[in-house]
């Protein structure tokens, strides 16, 4: 008989359609007064061993870290006054026990004794690599600091949780606040049908004339690129630059939670000795030192910036001479970008996404992935946490499931936003059987509208395709043990490797003739329009790059240089912009006070890992390069060296298994358009 309390049943999938806000507290409180006995048990237990030791502790801290997963994940997706209260409630209570497990000495003392067991000897590497992260981690997480540093330690991570929350319900409220309700048609002059149909019918269902324009990307993104209104664009990037910042509510400004999270990151990484909390960061990275990534990031920045001049030249001299724009304002660029590709290429991206109907990239992504590693994706059944979702299976050759993700695809309110993988449960060898993997891919399109399917921008398709990489390293990971199963134990300036290198599939001519169907004709892509896109793909690549480098070393240099005696958070950003930015933000723009990735993900100090995995990627993806016609044992080759392996050895190791070889810079140039 299934658990009242639907948090509480781990016999099958989720139920998310019964979940209700009075679930959570009852639920944490049962599962943390299970995972606290279980520490307990486990910290006296002897002789210690695997079964006796580590199988139990995971049983009981799992089942936590499951729930506790799933009401995260709806708070995400949709978000309503009410959960927020019972998710914000419980936030520190499950903080407190994530910080006292880590600085737990009785269980740190069982670790040392497992590693030095006659048991640990006969591991295999897996199983030793366990031990061997859970005896760092407890180094990093305050295990062998005095009580008083613990106990400050603890306050320390439970008050980052706390500001790391309310920054990105900030945005999230700041964004959905915003509406400019226009009255007079033509000032949509430009934008494409279907956002001028969902404009009206938002309108509409808030009992209002006119169209509603809002700061959501399926609408802001083609203001910014296609309105001819330039007043309109200038409004709503004014908008959507002061989200959550001193411009706006008190109570949804994060200028003070920027300030303290930065404060409080130092303070923790000197608690455990570390000269800043970059070191402290790369602690469990790939890079050794801020130094190594701020070099990395300005050799590139050296690479890319005579790119990134030449973009911005050419910009302004097509503004000038042929849209009569003597100064390029910010909130012109994506639409003077978008003229002149049209112009010198003679296509839109507007063009190009009536072809790319969703059910067709959908096909086209499963295709992909089954060519790829000989698997199957069909459709599955599932209880879901809103009419948009989809639920899907992935079966091996012999039919046998190796996993199951949820698909959000969809922008709506109360729904952050963004496009994000998250696993829901983890591969795991149970003494009863493997318990499969289970992942979440979210994404923000815009719905389909008067009947016809979604479509999709070639931008949202490689996102797509970017999340479901990220989903495949979850799904289609070989390894039993949780700490090391999928993206787990995987350094984070590695985890984008799986997601970039799906991007690369995007721009295969035959998998894009499989995946497009236009929305009016049915006709797939034509072969001289993807000729066009191709000859177009490295449009503005240097100052997209070096945009991504102002936000990398933004990041880097706030976590490991930064003096607040000495300046602002705004003036450091400046400083960087002046180091590496060919289009410079007005000073009035809050970027920071959005920048979710850093101040509420777990990008702190690891922003750069962006730009490495693409190194990583690029390289990878030139495997398949230099081996046509052996699709197959390539891919076997990917899944067997990186993919399966998850975290059970070091990313640097799964790669060169893969490749013979260290990474190198050269692919990426070469894909970029800016090899020497």
């Not at 100064?327 to 002149?340: H, I, V």
């Not at 400046?574 to 006070?593: G, I, L, Q, Y």
Request: negative net charge.
């Amino acid at each position: 008989m299934s658990p009242a309390n639907p948090l509480l049943d781990f016999s099958g999938l989720p139920r998310f359609s019964e979940v209700r806000p009075e679930h959570i507290g009852p639920a944490i409180d049962a599962l943390l007064e299970q995972a606290e006995a279980a520490v307990e048990q486990a910290g006296t237990v002897s002789p210690v061993s695997w079964d006796s030791f580590v199988t139990p502790l995971e049983d009981a801290t799992e089942r936590l870290w499951r729930a506790w997963g799933q009401v995260s994940h709806l708070q995400a997706v949709v978000n309503t006054p009410e959960l927020r209260e019972a998710y914000n409630a419980n936030l520190p209570r499950v903080t407190r026990f994530g910080s006292s497990l880590g600085q737990n000495l009785a269980l740190y003392s069982q670790y040392k004794a497992l590693a030095e067991s006659p048991e640990y000897a006969g591991y295999d590497p897996v199983r030793r690599k366990v031990v061997d992260n859970a005896l760092r981690d407890f180094r990093l997480g305050g295990a062998e600091l005095d009580e008083a540093s613990k106990q400050r330690f603890a306050a320390i991570q439970e008050e980052l949780a706390a500001l790391s929350a309310k920054f990105s319900q900030n945005v999230l409220d700041a964004t959905d606040a915003f509406a400019l309700y226009v009255e007079d048609e033509s000032r949509l002059a430009g934008l494409p049908a279907e956002v001028v149909a969902a404009a009206r019918a938002a309108a509409e269902k808030d009992g209002r004339p006119g169209w509603k324009l809002t700061l959501q990307m399926p609408c802001y993104l083609p203001v910014q690129t296609y309105a001819e209104d330039r007043s309109l664009r200038e409004a709503l990037y004014r908008a959507h630059g002061l989200r959550a910042s001193e411009a706006g509510p008190a109570e949804l400004d994060n200028s003070g939670n920027i300030d303290r999270i930065v404060a409080l990151r130092g303070e923790l990484a000197a608690l455990l000795g570390f000269s800043s909390y970059a070191e402290y960061s790369l602690a469990t990275k790939m890079a050794q030192t801020p130094d190594e990534v701020l070099g990395f990031l300005r050799d590139l920045a050296g690479r890319a910036l005579p790119f990134a001049r030449r973009d911005r030249a050419e910009l302004e001299a097509f503004a000038r001479d042929e849209l009569c724009l003597d100064e390029l304002q910010p909130w012109d660029l994506a639409w003077a970008s978008e003229k002149l590709k049209q112009a010198r290429y003679s296509y839109s991206e507007q063009e190009v996404k009536q072809y790319f109907t969703e059910p067709k990239v959908l096909a086209g992504l499963f295709g992909v992935i089954e060519s790829l590693y000989q698997v199957k994706v069909k459709p599955d059944t599932a209880p879901l946490w809103h009419e948009d979702v989809r639920f899907y299976r992935v079966e091996d050759a012999q039919g046998r499931l190796l996993g199951q993700f949820y698909l959000d695809p969809y922008a709506r309110e109360g729904k952050r936003g963004g496009a994000w993988m998250d696993d829901c449960r983890n591969r795991r060898l149970r003494a009863d059987g493997v318990q499969t993997p289970l992942v979440y891919v979210v994404c923000n399109f815009g719905k389909p509208v008067a009947g016809k399917p979604a479509t999709l921008g070639f931008n949202e398709v490689t996102t797509l395709f970017h999340e479901m990489g990220h989903g495949l390293h979850q799904l289609l990971t070989a390894i039993g043990e949780l700490p090391v199963a999928g993206i787990n134990g995987v350094e984070w300036d590695a985890v984008e490797l799986p997601s970039q290198f799906m991007e690369n599939f995007c721009w295969e001519w035959e998998r894009v003739q499989a995946m497009t169907a236009h929305v009016d004709t049915g006709a797939p892509l034509p072969r001289e329009l993807f000729d066009r896109m191709l000859a177009a793909k490295n449009f503005q690549a240097g100052m997209f790059t070096v945009r991504q480098l102002e936000f990398a070393l933004f990041d880097m240099e706030l976590h490991s240089r930064f003096d607040p005696a000495r300046d602002s958070v705004l003036q450091l950003l400046e400083r960087v912009r002046d180091e590496v930015a060919v289009n410079r933000t007005p000073s009035w723009h809050r970027f920071p006070h959005q920048f979710s990735h850093i101040f509420a993900g777990g990008y702190a100090a690891g922003y750069y890992s962006y730009k490495w995995a693409e190194v990583l990627s690029a390289d990878a993806y030139a495997a398949f390069e230099e081996t046509p016609g052996q699709l197959a044992e390539t891919g076997a080759r990917f899944l067997r060296e990186i993919l399966s392996r998850g975290g059970s050895r070091s990313a640097l190791e799964n790669f060169k298994a893969f490749r013979g070889r260290e990474p190198s810079l050269d692919a990426l140039l070469r894909h970029n358009g800016m090899a020497a």
